[in-house]
């Protein structure tokens, strides 16, 4: 038997995890990872907690958790990995299988041989088309000498940020760098805060959170340019709505994956500008794979391909790759565009399709929105939720769920992804046998409430209306009554002000039920829409026909309540 | 149409429930519920938190959310329900479909007919048939009084307190006591503590952290009576080991389901001593449903009764029941026995199946121990965690997971219950998209890594050896080799004293492997088992035949490390 050549380029991620399945697999593979930088195996996805000092050093974003740091040596040693570092690989011959590559130090150049190619050559940060980008005190997140750079120009005295792009990585920049006392402005183009994440209502709940920390929000804001001080330093940001100091900018737009080898070697790329891979991440050609930020994926819902870069979908692809070239058949079925991010003290999730992501697939959906606590409402630790859920309108399939708050969320986030990966009925949700106790969640956790709500819609009981119709209703000056079903002592504490609500706290409700109009519009709201829910059975059981809950109730209305 | 008449038994979890949502599926429903006691809708599984003090007056946990009590004047203003408290049911007649009651305050009997009946009757405390168990202060905590009862025992100034039962609530309650200063025993019949959640080489692990905080553990231990002092209060517990000083006891041997009602109408009971009913929640008579503690479940891995009451399900069955006495015809499948219980800094889960229930219902099981930290090992809140999987040895089929320690725990649980629910094999757990930033989790989840391993070991690559295995074949003094791969800083903080151990860091071992016997076992291990596990790789390419790695490492390994 030949000895099976293996070359992977790439040394991040998907490469080194490739490397290593491969050779625990296969004792007698020779195995040789190309990389173009000087450190492997680092935890890109650590680098805003670096920024943020509460992980102190870089090293420790480079070590296994036994403490070993994850140089060739560690390669060599351990694995018996070859490692060419500071090494380009410049050509792909898939004729001959080979890599022509080019040491960065020498400059010396040569062939290195393959079976089986691994490419895990990543992605970098995509650069707005501006003047001034390559500025002084211009970063991106790409590299851990980005974070180091960003951490020096802090320590060198920086006072004002700006971020361009309101993403996941610069929600969390901006808490690294507005928690050391820098005064932060988040720039972005479109109307809301994380946009590929949040559905609008939810994401001002997040962009409130932000503004409370002290982060400058403007959104529907375009960068036009940035402009230096006299030594070449960024002093300004200019934008279409105006200029907005700053000594340090993190670009952080999004992020593009680097196909130039692949394309250059006249593999297929995919729609979505990632290398195509088919489900045993095999590229067009059968001796080449690619994982991690250089290819798309399949979403699982849609069965499209999405290009949506994450560190641990990258080490999924590693050990699938690593079985496909070792003589294994892995599949890698796709992703469910999972997220999770802190953003200060909020916690955000996303999982699936958002409504908005519905709107752009044509799937018809229903939604719903609860507030709620995360755990037992009487236990000391209790921190409220606000969760969207995301469902078929016609099957009832989950597709999606959103949620954020002070409250736990990557818990909800990660029971739906389980179940929307297996095709499950939202209303099957409700009878999961989840872990409860006190400290942990309610006895009814917040996202069988959600899929109660859900059947509930779906049987017809329930009639809601979003926060986003009432208030166009609001703006519209349509004559409907808002009936407020909560205590007096909670009106009095956070009070709506609008001059089509009437007060009738639940408990009143039946004796006082002829206040109401037959004839017009009501739209129920209190709290968390539990008790308005409760108030349009009643009203309907009295004939009513005309009442709808406000969906979320006033925990989750993110318009304020002065009219 | 006739108003349908519906008397529920039973006013705390499933009974209210089932009202609440039969209410707002038929606002036309004649709705009474009869509750002997003077409480309703209290949370029951919160007492624990109560006696701590974390939980402030007994009222919190009888509120809604929102701060509204739920006595029989917001039943009757809220709801429309009829709530008879302090009224015990008395007798079912079935032929005549009334219910015999008598009012406990007016001694007042009267019929109260239904078109449906729904038993919530709950379940009792245990009672060990010992003599004294009467005795002032001994509790069971069956009821919010039995809590305000050992609270004011506390404020009494007692010191020393016994806890009879190492479940889950003795637990609890363990810390509750200690962590207000007094001395806790806890006294179990069985030789580990929560027998029936934790398999034993985890709950070690438990016992050693109650015994950390104070607690004094003594397992196979019987108690034969309790002996009082000259005021007829408890003083001493007697076992069959001797006797321990207490001033209060907690008698927490688990509970019974309260079947009286059912049996003596002539329902049928089930082998677990619950109320048998079928998946629509309905008893043996068709117009009487039952749900609650006081029934037995479907367990969906075994497909066999089991009786395991919890709030959680109560609060489904109340859904499920409130549907189908309004006409609906919602299903409630079964459960998977999921717990999940705080004790002092550990979080403890467990869900489906331990190796232990396995091995009852002679279903072949592999399983693996791995440990790891609950998030990325360089962020600040990291901690750690031991997880085991249990899996179907013919099928993969998932079937259990156990997980304890300092880390996160619910989620992993959750996260499980879903996968176990629809029958997933453990493998498809490794590529789930679960949501993945540092603050929350690593980039492969030690759940997914205990599914890889599975995988490894499924597939033939992995040799494993368990701690129990490990330990017999110490104790009978057996020749075979314990190879230590971890690096020298690490055994020296961490040496495991025993005359078999080799030590050759990982990073050597491909240049030392002339020093082992190709001829003996070798046991390898680390910390975790990941690099055991890269040894036993390494190993077997060079034609070593007889390796595995100690499951779990040193991190899992529960039986100190002084031979």
């Given amino acids: ?40 195996s680092y935890a890109g996805c650590g680098m805003p907690y670096y920024i943020q000092g509460q992980v102190e050093t870089m090293d420790e ?38 890599v022509e590559v080019v ?107 932000l503004e409370s920390k002290g982060v400058t929000v403007l959104t529907d804001t375009q960068v036009i340019c940035f402009e230096s001080d006299d030594r070449g330093a960024v002093r300004e940001v200019v934008t279409d709505k105006g200029k907005v100091t700053a000594q340090l900018v993190l670009v952080s737009i999004g992020v593009k994956p680097n196909v130039k080898l692949a394309k250059d070697a006249g593999l297929e790329l995919g729609e979505t500008g990632g290398i195509k891979v088919n489900e045993y991440l095999q590229t067009s050609d059968p001796s080449i794979y690619a994982g991690g930020d250089c290819v798309e994926n399949v979403h699982l819902i849609t069965g499209k391909p999405v290009y949506a870069p994450m560190g641990s979908t990258a080490n999924k692809h590693g050990r699938v790759i690593g079985d496909n070239i070792t003589g294994g058949n892995t599949r890698f079925e796709g992703i469910l565009g999972t997220v999770v991010f802190k953003a200060f ?49 016609e099957n009832g399939r989950l597709l999606g769920v959103q949620a954020l708050g002070r409250g736990e969320v990557a818990k ?38 959600a ?49 089509r609500v009437v007060h009738i706290p639940l408990g009143k409700l039946r004796e006082r039920m002829d206040d109401l109009p037959r004839d017009k519009d009501i739209v129920v709201f209190c709290k968390t829409s539990m008790r308005a829910w409760e108030a349009q059975r009643i009203l309907e059981g009295e004939g009513f026909t005309r009442v709808r809950f406000l969906d979320g109730g006033l925990a989750a209305w993110p318009y304020g309540t002065s009219w």
């Fill in 1 to 40: 038997m030949t000895t099976n050549r293996i070359v992977i380029i790439g040394g991040v991620a998907c490469g080194p995890k490739a490397a290593a399945r491969a050779r625990r697999r296969d004792p007698s593979a020779d195995i040789t990872i190309i990389e173009r930088g000087d450190l492997l």
């Fill in 61 to 98: 974003l480079m070590m296994t958790p036994a403490g070993a740091l994850r140089d060739e040596a560690f390669f060599k040693g351990v694995k018996a990995i070859n490692v060419m570092s500071r090494t380009l690989a410049e050509r792909i011959d898939r004729e001959r299988k080979v």
């Fill in 103 to 209: 040491s960065l130090e020498t400059a010396v150049r040569h062939e290195v041989p393959y079976d089986k190619l691994v490419l895990a050559t990543g992605a970098d940060a995509a650069v707005p088309p501006c003047s001034g980008v390559d500025l002084k005190g211009i970063f991106r997140l790409n590299h851990p000498y980005d974070a180091e750079g960003i951490r020096k120009a802090i320590s060198d005295g920086c006072k004002e940020a700006v971020i361009v792009g309101a993403g996941l990585i610069g929600v969390e920049v901006a808490e690294a760098l507005a928690s050391q006392g820098l005064r932060v402005t988040m720039i972005e183009m479109l109307s809301t805060v994380v946009p590929a994440v949040l559905d609008p209502e939810l994401a001002v709940h997040l962009q409130r959170h």
């Fill in 345 to 393: 003290e909020f916690n955000v999730g996303k999982v699936g399709l958002s409504e908005n992501d519905c709107k752009k697939h044509g799937i018809p959906c229903i939604t719903v929105l609860v507030p709620g606590p995360d755990c037992a409402h009487y236990y000391p630790t209790s921190k409220p939720v606000i969760m969207k859920m995301v469902v078929h309108a």
């Fill in 412 to 449: 909800r986030i990660d029971v739906a992804a389980t179940a929307i990966t297996f095709g499950i009925d939202a209303r099957d949700v409700s009878d999961l046998d989840l872990a409860y106790a006190p400290p942990y969640s309610t006895a009814v956790d917040i996202i069988q409430h």
């Fill in 451 to 499: 899929a109660n709500v859900i059947d509930n819609k779906l049987s017809g009981l329930a009639k809601s209306c979003t926060p986003q119709e009432l208030k166009s209703r609001l703006d519209a000056g349509d004559d409907f009554v808002l009936l407020d079903v909560r205590m007096p002592g909670e009106v009095e504490e956070q009070p709506f002000r609008e001059n």
